[in-house]
T-cell receptor
Framework: RKEVEQDPGPFNVPEGATVAFNCTYSNSASQSFFWYRQDCRKEPKLLMSVYSSGNEDGRFTAQLNRASQYISLLIRDSKLSDSATYLCVVRRSNTGNQFYFGTGTSLTVIP | NAGVTQTPKFRVLKTGQSMTLLCAQDMNHEYMYWYRQDPGMGLRLIHYSVGEGTTAKGEVPDGYNVSRLKKQNFLLGLESAAPSQTSVYFC?????????????FGDGTRLSIL
């Protein structure tokens, strides 16, 4: 089983739509959780950390469910500039604090 | 505010040539990483380092060597380049511990082996 699993998509949504991405992780020792954004042929960039109580940054909301080992990202009022691949990342303490990346979910926002 | 800097940005090699990719970070991070990313695939960890003078193998280490002589630098070497090593290479760094301390990435090196 992969350490981090994501639906690869692609998700094609109209401007202004709300879209949700899901991610599951396999190891309960995972301690830190992140969503990264990667544009085509560019480096991954941190979008937001995911806190246990859930957190929001403008149009983006992240949720964590430790019991189900599940992370989500909600994007409201999608913009054309949101088109990218979204990577779910976990950091696990019992492997020397290593990071584990999902393969990403592709989003295209259509005019 | 440099962050993580990779050099070179682009390179074309012939099969059998050698080269070194340089990664430098100015954030005093303990951990540094080298990844490769191929079309349609996720990031794959090549080697990483948890501190100056230490390195470890990742998921796909064959054909690569690394060195971490200084805390701020992490070098990736290809001794005898092969076409299968054509890829985009990303370096990243992070603090060793701390909740919600993310990885920071360089902007990549695009390497083609002919």
């Amino acid at each position: 089983r992969k350490e981090v699993e994501q639906d690869p998509g692609p998700f094609n949504v109209p401007e202004g739509a709300t879209v949700a991405f899901n991610c599951t992780y396999s190891n309960s020792a995972s301690q830190s959780f992140f969503w990264y954004r990667q544009d085509c042929r560019k480096e991954p960039k941190l979008l937001m950390s995911v806190y246990s109580s859930g957190n929001e940054d403008g149009r983006f909301t992240a949720q964590l469910n430790r019991a189900s080992q599940y992370i989500s990202l909600l994007i409201r009022d999608s913009k054309l500039s949101d088109s990218a691949t979204y990577l779910c990342v976990v950091r696990r303490s019992n492997t020397g604090n290593q990071f584990y990346f999902g393969t990403g979910t592709s989003l295209t926002v259509i005019p | 505010n440099a962050g993580v800097t990779q050099t070179p940005k682009f390179r074309v090699l012939k099969t059998g040539q050698s080269m070194t990719l340089l990664c430098a970070q100015d954030m005093n991070h303990e951990y540094m990483y080298w990844y490769r990313q191929d079309p349609g695939m996720g990031l794959r960890l090549i080697h990483y380092s948890v501190g100056e003078g230490t390195t470890a193998k990742g998921e796909v280490p064959d054909g690569y060597n690394v060195s971490r002589l200084k805390k701020q630098n992490f070098l990736l070497g290809l001794e005898s380049a092969a076409p299968s090593q054509t890829s985009v290479y990303f370096c990243a760094s992070s603090y060793s511990t701390g909740t919600n301390q993310p990885q920071h990435f360089g902007d990549g090196t695009r390497l083609s082996i002919l």
